[in-house]
C-alpha cells in the first residue's frame, strides 16, 4: 500500500518487484563515487517515488551482478508483453524502481534510468525529466570520473547502448517538445540527414533543405531522398523517379504523390497513387481510411464503379475493418465501419462497432446519435434510454421526438426486446427521461404528447394520472397552435385536428371521474372552447369566398371535430341539467 501523489488522503494497492532470497548474504555497499545524478521529478503533484505504508516495503539488497539479472529478466519481460501497453509499462517501472533504490555500480545505473526514460518520455508529467535525464546521460561520457575500469564492471551485462543511440532519442525527444533548433544541431552533429531534413522543414528552412538533400544525392541516391526533394519542391516527377528507383516498392513515394493529387482535386489520380502505397505497405492507417473514405464519397461512385475499384459494400466494410485491426483506438473509423454494416443490414454489427467507437471517443455526440438510431432500430431499448441520456449530457437540449415515439410504442404496445424483456419493464426508466427531457424543452408538441401516451399506458386509470395526462396533452395543444399562422397550411391543420380530438377525448374521460358535476362542466368546457376556437380558424382560412363551401382537403376534418364538439355541448346540458 502507498501513495503516488502529495495530496492523496487513502493509500492504494502499489505494483512492486518482490524479491526473495534463500540465505542470507552481506554485501560490500561501497561503489563509485561519481555516479549519474538521478534526476527527481519535480511536480507540483505527482511524488517523486511511491510513498509506502510503513512495513510494506519488500526490500532486499542486491549485488550489482544480481542487478544486472533483474534489468535482463525485466528486458525479457518487456519483449515477450504487447508494446506499449500501459500495464506493461507498469511492470517494467516495478523492475527500474526497484533496481535505482539500491544502485551502486555506475553500468546499471546508466542502464536503469536510460530505459526509465524511454518508458516516461511520453507521459506530460515526465517528459521534461526524461529530456533532462537523457541529457544528463549524454553528459557522462564527457566526464573523466569515475575511471574506465569502473565503468567497465559489467557493461557489457548492462546492456548499455552506444552513446549515438542516446544521443539520437535526446534529439527525438527535443523535437517532441518543440526544440526543433536544439535537435538539428545533435542530428547535425550525428549526420542523421533524413532527420535534419524533417527538422530544416519544420523550420521553413526549405532553400537549407533542399541544399542538403542536393548533397547527399550527389553522396548516394536513394528512394526516400528523392521523395524530401519532393516534399521541399512539391514536383511531382521526384516522386515518380523514386517510386521507379525503388522497383515500385517504396510506399511513401505513391503515398505523397496521391496526397498532392488529393490536394489538386484529382481523386481518380489520388486513389490510384493510394492504392499503389497500400498494396506495398498495407499497415498505413490515416491511407487505409482516406482510400475508403474516397470510395465511398458520394461524389465519386461513379468513378469508383466504373473503375471496379469499389464493387459492393462488403469491400467497404472489409476495408474500414482493416483500419481498426490496425489502429483500434480510431473512433471515426469505427463508425464508418458501423455505417457500413448499417448499408448492409447488419445492425447487431454495426451496434458492437459503435461501441467500440464510444470506449475511443465518449464525448462525440454523432456517435451517441448514431448508436442510439442503431440500439432502437434493433431492439436494444435499454442501452438506447442510456444513449438519449448521454445525448442530453452532452447536448443540453438535444431531442429527437421521432426515437421517443418509438419507445413509447414499446412501451405501450409491449413490444419485447432483442433479449426478449418486455417492452413495459422500461416505463419507469422511459417516465424518467421524459421528466428530464421535459425540464428542459418545455416548446416540443409531440414530446408532450408521447409523455401523455406513456402516462396514460397501463390498467392504473385513477383520476390523478388522468389528470396528469391531460396536462401533457393541454402543454402539446398548446405548442401547437402556437404558430399564429398553423390555419393556413393544410398539412398543419390536420395536424391540429388530430392534438384536439385526443385533447377533447381526454378532457370527457377526467369529466367522467370529476369529483363533482361542476368539475366536469368546467372540464367540458374548456373542451368546447378549445375546439370552437380550432373549427372556426380552420373555416374562416379555408372556405372559399363565394361559394361559401369548404374545401374537399379539410371538409371531413371539419365535419369531425363539429361532431365531436356537438357531443360535448350535449353532456354540458346533461350534467346541468342532472
Known amino acids: 500500500m502507498g501513495k503516488r501523489t502529495r495530496f492523496q488522503q487513502d493509500s492504494k494497492s502499489q505494483l512492486v518487484l518482490r524479491v526473495n532470497r534463500e540465505t542470507d548474504v552481506i554485501y560490500d555497499t561501497e561503489g563509485p563515487s561519481c555516479l549519474p545524478k538521478i534526476l527527481p521529478l519535480d511536480d507540483e503533484t505527482v511524488l517523486d517515488d511511491i510513498s509506502f505504508d510503513q512495513g510494506d516495503i519488500p526490500y532486499v539488497k542486491l549485488s550489482p551482478v544480481e542487478q544486472s539479472l533483474i534489468i535482463g529478466m525485466m528486458e525479457d519481460h518487456r519483449r515477450s508483453q504487447a508494446h506499449m501497453e500501459q500495464i506493461t ?38 517528459v521534461e525529466r526524461s529530456m533532462m535525464q537523457l541529457e544528463e546521460l549524454v553528459n557522462q561520457t ?169 464493387k459492393s459494400l462488403i469491400y467497404i466494410a472489409k476495408a474500414f475493418k482493416r483500419c481498426v485491426m490496425i489502429d483500434t483506438d480510431n473512433f471515426e473509423a469505427w463508425n464508418n465501419l458501423a455505417s457500413a454494416y448499417i448499408k448492409l443490414k447488419e445492425k447487431s454489427k454495426a451496434c458492437a462497432a459503435l461501441k467500440e467507437a464510444l470506449k475511443c471517443n465518449y464525448e462525440d455526440w454523432r456517435i451517441w446519435e448514431n448508436y442510439l438510431l442503431v440500439c432502437t432500430d434493433c431492439g436494444e431499448f435499454g442501452e438506447a434510454i442510456h444513449s438519449y441520456h448521454r445525448l442530453i449530457d452532452i447536448k443540453d437540449k438535444w431531442t429527437d421526438p421521432e426515437v421517443l415515439g418509438v419507445l413509447v410504442r414499446v ?89 384536439s380530438a385526443e385533447l377533447a377525448d381526454m378532457y370527457t374521460k377526467c369529466s367522467e371521474k370529476a369529483s363533482t358535476s361542476m368539475q366536469g362542466i368546467q372540464l367540458l368546457s374548456s373542451a368546447k372552447l378549445m375546439l370552437k376556437g380550432v373549427v372556426t380558424k380552420i373555416k374562416q382560412q379555408h372556405t372559399d369566398s363565394v361559394t361559401e363551401k369548404l374545401k374537399p382537403e379539410v371538409k371531413d376534418v371539419c365535419e369531425s371535430l363539429d361532431q365531436t364538439l356537438t357531443e360535448i355541448i350535449d353532456k354540458i346540458t346533461y350534467l346541468k341539467g342532472s
Not at 109 to 122: D, N, P
Not at 197 to 204: A, N, S, T
Not at 243 to 252: C, D, F, L, P, T
Open 411 to 499: 412501451v405501450v404496445e409491449d413490444i419485447p426486446d432483442c433479449n426478449g424483456k418486455p417492452g413495459t419493464s422500461f416505463k419507469q426508466k422511459l417516465q424518467e427521461l421524459f421528466g428530464r427531457i421535459t425540464s428542459k424543452v418545455t416548446n416540443n408538441s409531440k414530446i408532450w404528447k408521447h409523455y401523455g401516451q406513456l402516462t396514460n399506458q397501463g390498467t392504473d386509470n385513477s383520476p390523478e394520472i388522468q389528470q396528469k395526462v391531460l396536462q401533457y396533452l393541454q402543454k402539446s395543444h398548446r405548442c401547437v397552435v402556437q404558430d399564429v399562422n398553423w390555419q393556413v397550411d393544410l398539412d398543419r391543420c390536420k395536424e391540429v385536428a388530430t392534438q
Open 89 to 126: 509499462e507498469e511492470e517494467v517501472m516495478a523492475y527500474i524502481n526497484y533496481v535505482l533504490s539500491q544502485v551502486k555500480c555506475w553500468s546499471i545505473c546508466i542502464s536503469a534510468l536510460y530505459r526509465r526514460c524511454l518508458l516516461q518520455r511520453g507521459r506530460r508529467r515526465t
Open 142 to 310: 564527457k566526464k573523466q570520473d569515475p575511471p574506465a575500469g569502473e565503468r567497465l564492471h559489467l557493461f557489457y551485462s548492462a546492456g548499455i547502448p552506444p552513446v549515438w543511440i542516446v544521443q539520437k532519442h535526446l534529439a527525438d525527444l527535443l523535437l517532441d517538445l518543440g526544440a526543433t533548433g536544439a535537435a538539428l544541431e545533435v542530428f547535425e552533429r550525428l549526420e542523421l540527414w533524413e532527420d535534419a531534413i524533417k527538422c530544416y522543414q519544420r523550420l521553413g528552412k526549405m532553400e537549407k533543405a533542399e541544399t542538403v538533400i542536393r548533397e547527399q544525392l550527389q553522396i548516394k541516391e536513394t528512394p526516400n531522398m528523392w521523395c524530401f526533394l519532393g516534399d521541399v519542391t512539391r514536383d511531382k516527377s521526384y516522386y515518380e523517379k523514386a517510386w521507379e528507383m525503388s522497383k515500385h516498392h517504396n510506399a511513401r513515394s505513391q503515398r505523397c504523390l496521391g496526397y498532392i493529387y488529393f490536394a489538386e482535386e484529382n481523386y481518380q489520380k489520388a486513389l490510384e497513387c493510394f492504392e499503389k502505397s497500400l498494396k506495398v505497405n498495407s499497415l498505413q492507417t490515416q491511407m487505409v481510411y482516406l482510400f475508403v473514405v474516397l470510395h465511398t464519397d458520394k461524389s465519386l461512385q461513379t468513378l469508383c464503379y466504373d473503375r471496379h475499384r469499389c
